[in-house]
C-alpha cells in the first residue's frame, strides 16, 4: 500500500465536525442530557482552585481555549472525550454540575480566587451574595467554547489516537482512564457493564486495596483484564506486548462483537464467583496464604486474582458443592512451582497474565479429575 492508499483509507475512516458553541448553550446541552461528561474515565476535580479560578479568568477575558472532543452517539448525543476538566469547571462555576449517579443533587457553586488579571475575583461566585454581577454573567454565557466532533460511525481505534493526541490538559490520566475512554467509545454497554461490576457489593470487599490503588483504579483494571480472560478462548498472548495496552486492545477488538447475551453471561459468572468467594474468604480472598503462621499476610495481590477468580467464575457448580477444595486450593497457590514462575522477578506482565491464565485452567481440569 502506498503512502497515498493509506491516506485515502484513513480520512475515510474518520468524519469530524466542529462548532464554536456558546457557553449559554453548553449549559443547556448539559441541562437536557445531550452533552454527557462521564466521570467513571477522568475525575472532576483534577484541577484545583488556582487553575479553575484562572479558567474562569480566560473565558471572561476572551483567551483562546483549546478545543474540545466529543464523541457523538447515534442519538446525537455528545460524549466529552477530551476536555472533561474545562467543561466541568465551567458547569460548576455556573451552579449547575450534577454529583455523578445522583441526578438532581448539584456541587455548590464555585467561589474563585484572585487572578493575575482579575484579583477582584476574590471570593466570587455566579450567583447569590458576592456574585460575579449580570454584566460578566451575559459576557461568560456568550463566549463561545470550540468542539470537535467525532462521528459515531469513526472507526474506533483512530477515535481512541485523536483521544490521545487532543488531550491537552497536562495531566497524565492513568491507564484504566483511557482504556474507559476506548471502551466507551467503542461499546457503551460494555463500558456500563465493566463500571457497574466494579461497583459490585462483594467485589468491593474482597478485592481489598489501598486507597492509592484504588485512586489509580486498580480494581477496574481487574474488572477489564477478567473481561478479556472471558473473551481469549484458546487465543495466544503476544507476551512482547504492555498489559495495559494488551487489555484496552482486546476490549476494543471484542466489544462489537459481544452480544447482550455475552454480556448477561460475563456478568452472571462475576456477580456469583464474588458472592461465592466473599463468603469463604472475606478480604482474605486474593491475599497470600503463609502455612508457618497459619494466616493470611499482606495485601490484596492482583497475581492470585487472575489464578483464583477465572477459576472460580468458570467452575461455580463445582466450588459450591466443594467449597473445602477451593480454599485448599486458594490456600495453596502462592507455593505452587507455576505461580512462583510466572510472578519471579522481571518476568513482564503480560507473560505472567499469560502463565497465570494456564494456570486457573489447569487447577480446574485438576480439580474436575480428582
Known amino acids: 500500500m502506498t503512502l497515498f492508499d493509506e491516506y485515502e483509507k484513513s480520512v475515510k475512516e474518520i ?32 484541577w484545583g482552585l488556582k487553575n479553575k479560578s484562572d479558567f474562569v479568568e480566560s473565558v471572561l477575558l476572551g483567551i483562546p481555549i483549546p478545543s474540545l472532543f466529543v464523541s457523538q452517539d447515534v442519538n ?66 456568550r463566549r463561545k467554547l470550540s468542539f470537535i466532533i467525532v462521528d459515531e460511525n469513526s472507526n474506533s481505534k483512530i477515535k481512541y489516537e485523536l483521544f490521545q493526541r487532543l488531550n491537552t ?28 461490576l466494579n461497583s459490585d457489593e462483594n467485589y468491593q470487599q474482597i478485592y481489598a486495596i489501598s486507597a492509592n490503588k484504588k485512586d489509580e483504579q486498580a480494581d477496574k483494571d481487574a474488572v477489564s483484564a477478567f473481561v478479556v480472560m472471558e473473551t481469549l478462548g484458546e487465543q495466544t498472548i503476544d507476551q512482547s506486548a504492555d498489559i495495559g495496552e494488551f487489555i484496552t486492545d482486546r476490549l476494543v477488538e471484542v466489544a462489537p462483537q459481544l452480544t447482550q447475551k455475552d454480556l448477561s453471561e460475563i456478568e452472571s459468572k462475576f456477580v456469583h464467583a464474588t458472592a461465592l468467594l466473599a463468603d469463604q474468604f472475606g478480604t482474605d ?49 502462592p507455593s505452587r512451582p507455576e505461580y512462583l514462575d510466572a510472578t519471579r522477578r522481571g518476568t513482564r506482565a503480560t507473560n505472567r497474565f499469560s502463565k497465570l491464565l494456564q494456570l486457573s485452567r489447569k487447577i480446574a481440569d485438576e480439580s474436575q479429575n480428582n
Request: proline share 5%; charged share 25%.
Open 285 to 333: 480472598t486474593f491475599k497470600k496464604w503463609i502455612p508457618e503462621k497459619n494466616a493470611y499476610k499482606g495485601p490484596s495481590l492482583r497475581s492470585i486474582f487472575e489464578v483464583i477468580f477465572p477459576l472460580v467464575a468458570n467452575n461455580l457448580s463445582f466450588f459450591t458443592d466443594h467449597k473445602g477444595k477451593l480454599i485448599e486450593i486458594q490456600k495453596s497457590i
Open 169 to 196: 490538559n497536562g495531566l497524565v490520566l492513568k491507564p484504566q482512564e483511557v482504556r474507559n475512554v476506548s471502551v466507551l467509545m467503542v461499546s457503551r454497554d460494555l463500558f456500563t457493564l465493566i463500571n457497574r
Open 15 to 46: 468524519k469530524t465536525d466542529a462548532y464554536a458553541i456558546s457557553i449559554g448553550e453548553v449549559a443547556n446541552l448539559y441541562k437536557d442530557g445531550d452533552l454527557v461528561i462521564s466521570p467513571e474515565y477522568q475525575r472532576y476535580f483534577r
Open 76 to 141: 446525537g448525543r455528545w460524549d466529552v472525550i477530551d476536555g472533561l476538566q474545562r467543561i466541568s469547571t465551567v458547569l460548576e462555576f455556573m451552579g449547575i454540575l450534577k454529583r455523578p449517579g445522583q441526578s438532581e443533587e448539584l456541587y455548590p457553586e464555585l467561589t474563585l480566587e484572585a487572578t493575575k488579571f482579575l484579583p477582584s475575583l476574590e471570593g466570587k461566585k455566579w450567583d447569590g451574595s458576592g456574585n460575579i454581577g449580570d454584566g460578566l454573567r451575559r459576557i461568560f454565557k
